[in-house]
Each structure stands twice: as structure tokens, then as C-alpha cells.
């Protein structure tokens, strides 16, 4: 038989149990992960707006190549290509905007927030882990290495993959652009350069395309190594993008 | 071929061409080089003061459509009065001296106008074998073309050939023709492309020249300014089809009849920069598009190779197989997405296995 005071210091239940004992219905227990802050708000600004630009770009430049079918009724009341067209460019220049930005704040921002500008060659333990890494992903080592940003793989992949090709698509789209607003335009004199490596502005259309689809299959593997990292390096991806914090599960 | 010291306007009125008609092409002209008002006094004043200025024309591996266009400019005291205003000391095709005659003035003209003169080349050069495949007079051209340019003013390089190369130097170019700024490269070259250029430009690259005594405004790729400026596509009287959204889709379709924009059937309208679509042709009657046809790209670089004229996104002949660049691109994404797929699947498999092995381990 117990007295009452000891009962009661039986089940007295102090913080640390406290944190084992809460749950949801499941009987799941809430954990406390380490989370560092990786990618600050305007990476994270920058990463969005660029993918959205991207996309409109993609799906407006494919239709300024291959355009819709045709319109009936009087020119004057429709203006389908030119809305397109708007569109394409508006988007182009948000783009633009947004990458000049995110190259300026390579300068403010944290380490992460410049490795996708640079690809340290010069770094032997930075190749040793390019392959390291590749080697994680062709299943010859059974778990990868952590990194708070990039791993090496993924940051030659963004430095080539984004920073080197959308830099060409805006080189060679605001030149296109300067077709337009003619050889008095600041376009023109910052970006006619292009027309000196490829006189026949047709070849810059056709770059212009290739590039197009290079970026496609960028982001197929950008979303689809960010979904399986997410999932088997045991840390988070997604959420990161959104929220800045990179979260490690064990 | 007259006396150097004559002016212009003396060497006209001899022809026969009234005062009038005179002072009406000296405005025709101010307004086809978009000079304003005062300029065409400029010019009437230039023509009547200026000693006319020597051309040696020549012609290396061409066909002479640079010649029947510029023999056509529209306006005809301009055909009258650019032959004469000019002193055209030599032009194989069109002069009548010929053999050691002709090239005798060559000669003559070298040493006498050393550094005035002019020199129009029609064609290019081309430079395998020595030179071989286009000899000229007895020797190979391109040494015709060297000695020539050495003591010229400028050059005119008439047309595609001698701009770019045209389609004697189209892929795999066996003879090696070459543009006239690859061969002489101590010369102002002034580029007039077309296949051939508009009349009205030509004469109106010489008449400008004879004004001001000096070469016009060139821009990046060596063509004038006034009339290289914009492309076809910037002044097309179809352009509100093409913002609207309005194309042919094949030809004869009911598109077609309307006069819809060309651009779907291969119209090198918004890449080729010529005054076609405001100059015209035939003394401004037509040009390709009015005429129901697209653009061919006549005064671009490599337009002889870029693939069909019908076709609005670029054959790309590298990759050995011809396709434009959104296909080869939907093939590379499509490789890339089903490489993606598979390594997911390979993942997925590998994970279950390793879960499996975890979990017998742990029994």
C-alpha cells in the first residue's frame, strides 16, 4: 500500500519525459533534428522567381517557334503572337532581373549563397568528392556524404546546368530582343557583340532553342535529384527551398 | 570614257537630261538615303562641283545578277546618271574595250587615280589551286583583286558573293570561294549583300559616297546603315498578321489568299536585314512577300546553307541526321527524362533490397 506522497512522486513526469512521452494518435514521437539556415530569403526569392520566369519562358518561346494555329477575322481585333510575344519578353526580363540580383547578392550573402556561381577546379578534395559523389548516384557506395549546400555534383551541376546556361539565354535573348528595337537600342549595344560570332541572326535563334531545351533537361534532373535526395540522404531538399532551413534526420 | 576633270553635272547635261530632271533625281535620291530636305540641294551642288570619281568594277566567280540589278535601278535618270556620273573606267561585262585593251586601263587607271579610286567587286575569289578556278585576263583573279585593292580608296563588295560568299561557297566549297574582307583586309570594305542588292541601294551607296566624299555609316557586319539597318520583317506590310496571329499554313490555303503572314512557311523575313519590304524592287513595284512568297534570307551570312526555305526553325546538319533544334532538344529531354525514370526505378529496387536485408538482420 502506497501513501499518497509517493504516488504522487510516481507520477510526477519531468521535462525530458515530457518530450518522450507527447505524441500524435499514431504514438509517434516529436524528435528534435539539427536544422541549420542555408538558403536565405533572397536565394530562396530568386530560385522561385527564376523558375517561374523559366517555365513562361519555355512555354511562350516554344510557341513564338512553332506557333499556334491561325486566327480568323481581322488583324486589328486580335493579337495572339503579339501577346505571346509580350509575355516571352516581359518574362525574359524579369529573369534577368532577378538573376543580376542574385549575382549581387553572392556578394551580401552567406557562403551557400555562392556556390552556385563558381566551380572550385583548383580544389582536389573538391573532385574527389565530384566523384565521390557520382559514385553515390551510379550505387557504388552505400551512402552519401552530408552537406549543408551543394554537394560538389550538384554544384558543378547548377554552375553549368543554371548559372552557364541561363546567363546564354539571356546574352542571346536580349540580343534577339535588340532585332526588335533596332541598332540604336542599349540591347544593341550591350548584346550585339553576339551577331559578330554568329552574323546570321537565324544561328542565334537556333542556339537559342538548343538552350531552351538544355534548360528542359536541367530541370528534369534538378527536380528529380532533389526529390531522391530529399528522400535518401536523410535530409531535407524541398522544404529547404522554401523555408531556408536544411533539416538532417539522423 | 571622259576626261577626270569634268564634273558630274556637265557629263549629265551632255547626255541630254534636262535641268529638271536633274535637280528631281537629286531629290529622289536625298529621300531614298533619308536625308531631309536640304540634302538634295547638298547633292545637286556636290554633282556639279565634284570631278567624277573612277570605278574599276570587276567580277570574280558570280553570275552577274549584282550587274542586271544595278542596270535596272528604277528611276530611269538614275540608270542614266549613276553609268555616267561615275567615271566607270572598267567593267568586263558591260565595257567595250576588250583583251589587252581592256586590261590596259586597269593599268592606267592604278597609276594615275593611285588611292581615288573606287573598287566594285562583284563575286569573290576563289582560293584553292592557286586561284585556278576563276582566271581572269590570264591570271588567276584573286591576284587581279590584290593588285587592284592595293591602291584603292575603298571597295564596294557587291552583293552576297562578295559580302559572304554565296552559293559557290556553300558546303563543302570545294573551290574555296571567299568574301572580298577575308582576302583584303587593309581596305574599307563597304558590304552591299543581296542576291542580288536592290538597285536603289547600290545607287544609292554610290551616290552617297560621291556627296560626301566619304564611305557611309557601317554597322557591325561592314553594311551600310541607312539600308541594313532593319530587317525585312521590322517594315513588312504583313506584320499585323503576324502580331495577330495569322499565318499560312500551307500554301494555297485560304491563309494564303488573304495575304496572311509567311512566317510559318519559312519566311527569313524577322532574320534578314535589307529595305526590301520599304525600297521594293522593280521601281518599288514588289518584293518576295507581296509577291506571295517568303523571305529567303538572300543578303544574309550562309543563307545558302541554312537548310529549306520553307522550314521556320533551322535544319541542324551536325549531328548527322538533319532535324531542327526542337526536335533534337525533345529527343535530348526525352533521353534524359527516361535516364531519370530508370534511375528512380534502379533506387527504388536497391532501397527495398536494403530494407529487406535491415530487417532480417534485426530478427
Known amino acids: 500500500m502506497m501513501d499518497a506522497a509517493a504516488r504522487r512522486a510516481e507520477s510526477r513526469i519531468d521535462d525530458a519525459d515530457l518530450a518522450a512521452l507527447a505524441g500524435d494518435v499514431a504514438g509517434d514521437h516529436a524528435v528534435e533534428r539539427p536544422t541549420l539556415y542555408v538558403y536565405e530569403a533572397p536565394v530562396r526569392i530568386a530560385h522561385w522567381v527564376s523558375a517561374f520566369a523559366i517555365f513562361t519562358l519555355m512555354v511562350t518561346g516554344y510557341l513564338i517557334g512553332s506557333p499556334l494555329p491561325t486566327v480568323s477575322g481581322e488583324a486589328y481585333d486580335t493579337f495572339v503572337m503579339g501577346y505571346i510575344r509580350f509575355t516571352h519578353f516581359a518574362a525574359g526580363q524579369v529573369l534577368a532581373v532577378s538573376f543580376l540580383a542574385r549575382i549581387v547578392w553572392a556578394f551580401f550573402g552567406n557562403a551557400h549563397s555562392r556556390q552556385i556561381f563558381y566551380i572550385p577546379v583548383w580544389s582536389k578534395q573538391f573532385w574527389y568528392e565530384v566523384f565521390y559523389e557520382a559514385a553515390w548516384y551510379a550505387f557504388l557506395v552505400a551512402k552519401p556524404k552530408r552537406y549543408v549546400g551543394h554537394n560538389p555534383l550538384a554544384q558543378v551541376g547548377m554552375f553549368t546546368g543554371f548559372t552557364l546556361f541561363v546567363a546564354f539565354m539571356i546574352i542571346t535573348g536580349f540580343a534577339l530582343y535588340s532585332e526588335g528595337t533596332g541598332i540604336d537600342s542599349w540591347q544593341h549595344k550591350l548584346f550585339g557583340w553576339v551577331f559578330s560570332i554568329w552574323p546570321n541572326s537565324q544561328d542565334v535563334h537556333t542556339w537559342h532553342h538548343l538552350g531552351m531545351w538544355a534548360l528542359v533537361t536541367f530541370v528534369i534532373v534538378h527536380v528529380y535529384a532533389a526529390i531522391r535526395e530529399d528522400i535518401m540522404s536523410r535530409q531535407s531538399m524541398i522544404s529547404s527551398i522554401v523555408s531556408g532551413e536544411r533539416q538532417f534526420r539522423d | ?363
Request: with cysteine.
Open chain 2, 1 to 363: 570614257m571622259g576626261a577626270a576633270t569634268e564634273t558630274f553635272y556637265s557629263v549629265i547635261r551632255r547626255q541630254g537630261i534636262t535641268r529638271r530632271s536633274f535637280h528631281k533625281f537629286c531629290s529622289l535620291t536625298a529621300t531614298s538615303l533619308g536625308l531631309g530636305p536640304l540634302a538634295a540641294s547638298r547633292i545637286a551642288n556636290a554633282l556639279e562641283t565634284k570631278p567624277r570619281i573612277p570605278v574599276i568594277w570587276m567580277h570574280g566567280l558570280e553570275c552577274t545578277c549584282c550587274s542586271e540589278s544595278f542596270i535596272r535601278s528604277a528611276h530611269p535618270l538614275v540608270k542614266d546618271a549613276v553609268l555616267s556620273m561615275i567615271s566607270l573606267d572598267y567593267d568586263d561585262t558591260i565595257m567595250a574595250a576588250a583583251g589587252h585593251q581592256a586590261e590596259a586601263i586597269l593599268e592606267e587607271t592604278r597609276a594615275k587615280y593611285k588611292g581615288q579610286y573606287i573598287l566594285a567587286v562583284e563575286g569573290n575569289p576563289p582560293l584553292n589551286e592557286g586561284g585556278m578556278f576563276c582566271i581572269d585576263g590570264g591570271k588567276p583573279f584573286v591576284e587581279k583583286l590584290k593588285l587592284m585593292a592595293e591602291d584603292a580608296m575603298a571597295i564596294i563588295a557587291w552583293g552576297a558573293c562578295a559580302s559572304w560568299g554565296c552559293v559557290q561557297a556553300a558546303k563543302p566549297n570545294p573551290t574555296q570561294a571567299t568574301p572580298i574582307d577575308k582576302v583584303i583586309t587593309n581596305k574599307p570594305i563597304i558590304k552591299v549583300p543581296g542576291c542580288p542588292p536592290i538597285a536603289e541601294v547600290m545607287t544609292g551607296v554610290i551616290t552617297y559616297i560621291l556627296t560626301f566624299g566619304k564611305l557611309p555609316e557601317l554597322d557591325r557586319q561592314g553594311r551600310p546603315k541607312m539600308f541594313y539597318s532593319q530587317r525585312i520583317h521590322d517594315k513588312c506590310y504583313r506584320r499585323s498578321h503576324f502580331d495577330a496571329g495569322q499565318f499560312v499554313e500551307e500554301w494555297d490555303d485560304e491563309s494564303a489568299r488573304k495575304g496572311y503572314c509567311l512566317y510559318k512557311m519559312g519566311c527569313k523575313g524577322p532574320t534578314t536585314y535589307n529595305a526590301c519590304s520599304t525600297v521594293r524592287w522593280n521601281g518599288g513595284v514588289s518584293f518576295p512577300i507581296q509577291s506571295g512568297h517568303g523571305c529567303i534570307g538572300c543578303s544574309e551570312d550562309g543563307f545558302w546553307d541554312k537548310g529549306s526555305f520553307y522550314d521556320r526553325l533551322t535544319t541542324i546538319k551536325q549531328f548527322g541526321i538533319e532535324k531542327n533544334a526542337d526536335q533534337i532538344g525533345m529527343v535530348a529531354a526525352g533521353a534524359v527524362g527516361a535516364a531519370v525514370v530508370a534511375h528512380a526505378a534502379v533506387t527504388a529496387v536497391k532501397r527495398l533490397a536494403t530494407k529487406r536485408e535491415d530487417a532480417t538482420q534485426d530478427t
